[in-house]
């Protein structure tokens, strides 16, 4: 029992980390792409917001799974 716990904790910070690094990484990219086209509106920041939101809700949702499944 307690290996699969251990690999179901794996999983989930390994899911959780590459989510935050796949949203760096693109919203990095983005904003010099808004920096260098049209920097006097910061259209990034809508994406910034709503990907923000989206992962949040997402490894929220994610994590309680994980907790629940752990009871």
């Given at each position: ?33 808004n920096?260098?086209?049209?920097p ?32």
């Amino acid at each position: 029992m307690k290996f699969t716990d251990g690999k179901k904790t794996t999983r989930f910070s390994l899911y959780a980390t590459m989510s935050v690094v796949k949203y760096i990484v693109v919203n990095l990219f983005l904003f010099v792409v808004n920096w260098l086209t049209s920097p006097h509106y910061w259209w990034v920041l809508w994406i910034i917001a709503g990907w923000g939101i989206g992962l949040v809700l997402n490894l929220m949702s994610h994590y309680l799974e994980y907790r629940l499944t752990q009871e």
